[in-house]
C-alpha cells in the first residue's frame, strides 16, 4: 500500500497547485472576456475595450491573488490559533478530550472499549493527540509553509495569461468587430482546452469538462454583452 | 462537551454561507471599484464607466456564481465515486483497507495493538469502515445536499451587491471627477465595514481585517487607475 499512499500524497500536493491555477484561470478567462465582449456590445472604441481590459485584468489579479494570500495567510493563522488551544485542554482538560475521542469514534459505531488503547497512548504522547484532534475533531490540515506567497503568484499569473487571450485580439486587430469575432473564438478554444485539463483533475469526462467552462464563459459574455448593450447602446 | 460540540457544529454550518459570502463580496467590492477608477484615469466618459461596470458585475457575478455551482457539483460526484471505489475496496481488498488503518494510526504513533478493536468493529460495519476511510484517509467531507445552488446564489449576490457599491456614484452623479471622488470613498467605507464584519469569522483583529480589505481593494484600484492612465489617457 506504500505505493497508493505515496500516489495520494502526491495528488494533494498537486492538487492545491493545480487549484489554484483553475481558480485564476477559470476567471481570467471569463470575465475579461465577457467583459470586453460586452463593451463591443455597447460600441465603443477599441481603445477603450484594451483600457477597461487592462484595467481588470490588474484589478481582478491582484485582488484574487492578494485575497487569495491573505486567506492562506488567515488559514494559517488560525491553525496556530487553534493547536495552541487544543494543547492547553490536552494538558487542562483531559477528561473532556477523552470525551470528545470517545464522540469521534463513536460516530463509526465504535465502542468505549476500543477506544481505551488509544486514549492510553494520548496521555503518554500529548504532541500526537493535539495533532489527532485537529484532524478528526477540527477537521483542519496542517498549513504548509510559504504556501499564502507560492499561492497568491500562481492565481494572479494565471489570471493575467487568461485575461491576455480574450483581450489581444483588440490590441492586435483593427475594428472593433473583427476583433470581437477573433476574441470569441479564440477564447471559446482557450475555455474548451482548459475546460478539458481541469476535468483530468476533477474527476468528470474531458467532454463534459470542456462544455462546461464555455457555457459559463459564453453566458457570462451574452449576458455582459446583452446588458452592455441595453444600457450603453 | 454536549453543548461544544453543537457550538462546533454550528461553526462549520454558518462558515460555509459565511465563506461564500466573503468570497462574492470581496471581489464583488474589489474589482468593479478598480476598473471604474482605472476607467475614470483614462478619462473617459461617466456613461462608459456605468457600462463596463455593470457588464463586469454581470460577467463577474455569472463567473463566479456558476463556477461556484459547478465546484460544489464537481465536489459532490467526487466524493460519491471516492466513495464508491472505497466501499469496493472494504469488500475486496479488506486486508490493504486494513493496513492503511493501521498506517493512519501509526501517524500518531499508535502500535498495531491499539488498531485490533477498531479492526474488529469494522469487519462488522462496511459502511462504518467506509465513512471513516472517506474522512481519515482521504480527507473528504461528506458533501451538503443542496449546497451548489445556495453557493452559488450566495456567491453572486454577494457579487452583485458589492459591485453596487462602487457604481452607483457614477449613476446618480453628474461628472466624472466628482462620482469618481464619492465612488473612493463609499467603497472604502464599505470595504472596511466588510472587512471588520469579516474578521469575526476569521478570528484576526477587526481593525487589521478592516485594513487588510481596503489595502486589496485600494491597491487594485491605484494599479488599475494607473496603468488604465499609461496607456489610454
Given at each position: 500500500m506504500a505505493a497508493k499512499h505515496h500516489h495520494t500524497e502526491k495528488h494533494f500536493t498537486a492538487s492545491?497547485?493545480?487549484?489554484d491555477l483553475v481558480i485564476g484561470m477559470a476567471d481570467g478567462l471569463t470575465v475579461p472576456f465577457a467583459l470586453a465582449a460586452g463593451l463591443s456590445g455597447a460600441v465603443v472604441a477599441s481603445r477603450v475595450v484594451v483600457v477597461a481590459g487592462v484595467a481588470e485584468i490588474a484589478a481582478g489579479a491582484i485582488a484574487m491573488g492578494l485575497g487569495g494570500y491573505?486567506?492562506?495567510r488567515g488559514d494559517a493563522d488560525h491553525y496556530a490559533a487553534e493547536r495552541r488551544r487544543e494543547l492547553r485542554e490536552v494538558r487542562e482538560l483531559a477528561r473532556e478530550e477523552e470525551r470528545e475521542i470517545v464522540q469521534i469514534f463513536a460516530q463509526y459505531g465504535l465502542d468505549h472499549e476500543a477506544c481505551k488503547p488509544v486514549l492510553a497512548h494520548f496521555h503518554q504522547d500529548h504532541e500526537a493527540w493535539v495533532d489527532f484532534m485537529m484532524r478528526f475533531e477540527l477537521g483542519l490540515e496542517k498549513p504548509e509553509p510559504g504556501r499564502a506567497l507560492r499561492s497568491a503568484l500562481t492565481i494572479g499569473g494565471a489570471y493575467i495569461v487568461g485575461g491576455l487571450v480574450p483581450l489581444a485580439p483588440y490590441m492586435l486587430i483593427e475594428g472593433l468587430q473583427p476583433a470581437l469575432r477573433v476574441s470569441?473564438?479564440?477564447?471559446?478554444?482557450?475555455?474548451?482546452?482548459f475546460g478539458a485539463a481541469k476535468s483530468r483533475f476533477t474527476g468528470i469526462g474531458m467532454l463534459r469538462g470542456a462544455m462546461q467552462t464555455m457555457f459559463v464563459g459564453g453566458l457570462a459574455s451574452a449576458a455582459a454583452f446583452l446588458l452592455a448593450r441595453w444600457i450603453g447602446g
Open positions: 492545491d497547485v493545480v487549484r491573505l486567506a492562506a470569441v473564438i479564440c477564447t471559446l478554444i482557450a475555455l474548451g482546452l
